[in-house]
């Protein structure tokens, strides 16, 4: 019974290149929420998708960031053009179709983008 | 504008005593409030949580007190072993009349249990 899977577990990217981080969630779970974890500091919330929705994006950057959850598919976020500010662990999670009743979410280990 | 916050960064406690983490938080409106346990290089895992409703939830080793007056809710883990060594994070979640919950993180506690 597969947790919530991200990869890769590290990236490297130099300034100006793209990161693009997959999510699957665990099996039967259809919501997707991203969260990010500046060094020494919490974990604050991204993005919330559902299949082929993005239900909140009220975390994201404006600019340069961009998550889906296609039909078929991992969940996918997407930095542009990163910048050194960019490095942080990238946390998915997910919870089922009908919701956990308590708000409890299943994250996966993290990818942790590094940006020289 | 932090809706939920964990004031202290850290805490050491002795092996077999009582460790106590605290969270406070700014909005009325939350569900539930959760705690998770954090190890280095991994991602959080669920450990327990508490409804709007009431004032107590109990698992094991592990117990959650939750005063909406204050707006403060407490994990209390006793006793306290070295394996509990890990940051704790408190959050918060609102449904929003959506089956799923967004939650909100604090900043987390380290917890350090000597032997």
């Known amino acids: 019974n597969a947790g919530v899977m991200q990869n890769p577990r590290h990236l490297v990217r130099r300034r100006g290149q793209e990161a693009r981080l997959r999510c699957s969630p665990m099996k039967g779970h259809s919501h997707v929420y991203w969260y990010r974890q500046l060094p020494e500091e919490g974990l604050k919330f991204m993005v919330y998708?559902?299949?082929?929705?993005?239900?909140?994006e009220s975390g994201m950057p404006k600019e340069r960031f961009s998550a889906e959850f296609p039909k078929e598919g991992p969940s996918i976020l997407r930095i542009q053009q990163v910048v050194r500010g960019d490095s942080a662990a990238y946390f998915c999670?997910?919870?089922?179709?009908?919701?956990?009743?308590?708000?409890?979410?299943?994250f996966g280990e993290g990818s942790r983008l590094t940006v020289l | 504008d932090q809706q939920v916050k964990q004031n202290s960064p850290s805490l050491s406690v002795q092996e077999g005593r009582i460790s106590i983490l605290n969270c406070d938080y700014t909005?009325?409106?939350?569900?539930?409030f959760l705690w998770y346990k954090k190890y280095p290089a991994e991602g959080p895992t669920f450990l327990i949580s508490i409804s709007s409703i009431k004032d107590k939830n109990e698992d094991g080793r592990f117990t959650v007190f939750l005063n909406k007056s204050a707006k403060h809710l407490s994990l209390h883990i006793v006793p306290s072993q070295p394996g509990d060594s890990a940051v704790y994070f408190c959050a918060a979640s609102l449904f929003l009349n959506t089956n799923a919950g967004k939650s909100t993180f604090g900043d987390g506690t380290t917890l350090t249990v000597k032997p």
């Open positions: 909005n009325s409106m939350f569900d539930y």
């Open positions: 999670a997910s919870s089922p179709p009908s919701g956990s009743g308590t708000g409890e979410l299943f």
């Open positions: 998708l559902q299949k082929e929705n993005i239900i909140d």
